[in-house]
Nanobody, 125 residues
Framework: QVQLVESGGGLVQAGGSLRLNCASSGLALSYYPMGWFRQAPGKEREFVAGISWSDRSTYYADSVKGRFTISRDNIKNTVYLQMNSLKPEDTAVYFC??????????????????WGQGTQVTVSS
């Protein structure tokens, strides 16, 4: 059974940092393009950041470019999202997701097959 489990969310003041973790069981993440999405109350789930399975490319939403960094540790089978200079508008539930094995990195939500349960990030002003 495939599981993606996010952790690392919490409450932080504007300008602060958090690192989100996405650990997998049942899925060797090194073979999968991985993405982070977020969903704020009353809004659609949106793409935040993605990393190709080869780690040769990353892609970020314009709203987080220069502040967030996605990375992975294949030995720990974990994907990370380092979030710096957080803003109140970053408040949302953050989800990690995996595309199909050895696929091309995509920003489309419907191209991600496996999802975690989400972790809440709240940024106070």
């Amino acid at each position: 059974q495939v599981q993606l489990v996010e952790s690392g969310g919490g409450l932080v003041q504007a300008g602060g940092s958090l690192r989100l973790n996405c650990a997998s069981s049942g899925l060797a993440l090194s073979y999968y393009p991985m993405g982070w999405f977020r969903q704020a109350p009353g809004k659609e789930r949106e793409f935040v950041a993605g990393i190709s399975w080869s780690d040769r490319s990353t892609y970020y939403a314009d709203s987080v470019k220069g502040r967030f960094t996605i990375s992975r540790d294949n030995i720990k089978n974990t994907v990370y999202l380092q979030m710096n200079s957080l803003k109140p508008e970053d408040t949302a539930v953050y989800f990690c997701a995996a595309q199909k094995r050895l696929g091309s990195l995509s920003t489309r939500r419907d191209e991600y097959y496996y999802w975690g349960q989400g972790t809440q990030v709240t940024v106070s002003s």
